[in-house]
Every structure is written in structure tokens, then in C-alpha cells.
């Protein structure tokens, strides 16, 4: 088994822990954007519908909406993958 960290050229020779840790982080960044969006979205969800929301408004927040939901299907996938790499991992250290 390989202890090698990644070169100084990339990621190319990183371990599978070394990229699965890569992955989890970018996942976590990307969920924390997301819930940042969502806030963003219940203001003016909150506000507007509480101040008589025009249709166009709506529009706007459910398509925003949409796009956050794609981005945290994304990172769910990214979440799966390393966890899928940190079992087998884990299997092979045993």
C-alpha cells in the first residue's frame, strides 16, 4: 500500500483518501454556498408574499430555487463518491 502525497505537479499520483478528502471539501463548500442561496431566497419569499408578491417575483425565486436544488444534487453525488472511496479505503486498510 502507497503512502505518496500528491506531487507538486496536481493530484495526478494523490492517494484515494487524498481525493476523496479533495471531494469532501469541495461538496461542503458547495452545500454552504447552497444554504446560503436558500436564505437568501426565504427573505425575499418571506418578505414578498408577506407584501403582496407580484408573479414575476415568485417566478424568480422558484427558478432560484431550481438552481440550488441542482447544485446540492451535485454535491450529494460528490458526498456518495467519497463515501464509496472511504469504504473501500477503509475495507483495504483492515
Keep these: 500500500m502507497s503512502n505518496q502525497a500528491p506531487s ?3 493530484e495526478r499520483n494523490a492517494s484515494p483518501l487524498d481525493e476523496a478528502l479533495s ?3 469541495e461538496a461542503t463548500e458547495e452545500v454552504a454556498r ?5 436564505a ?3 427573505a425575499v419569499l418571506d418578505t414578498k408574499i408577506v407584501d ?4 414575476g417575483d ?3 425565486a422558484v427558478a432560484e430555487t431550481k438552481k440550488v436544488e ?3 444534487g451535485e454535491s450529494a453525488e460528490k458526498l ?5 472511496t472511504l469504504q473501500r479505503e477503509v475495507r483495504a486498510a483492515r
Design 8 to 10: 507538486s505537479k496536481g
Design 23 to 25: 471531494k469532501n471539501k
Design 34 to 38: 447552497a444554504a446560503d442561496d436558500l
Design 40 to 42: 437568501v431566497v426565504h
Design 52 to 55: 403582496g408578491s407580484s408573479e
Design 58 to 60: 415568485v417566478k424568480r
Design 70 to 72: 441542482e447544485r446540492l
Design 80 to 84: 456518495e463518491q467519497v463515501n464509496e
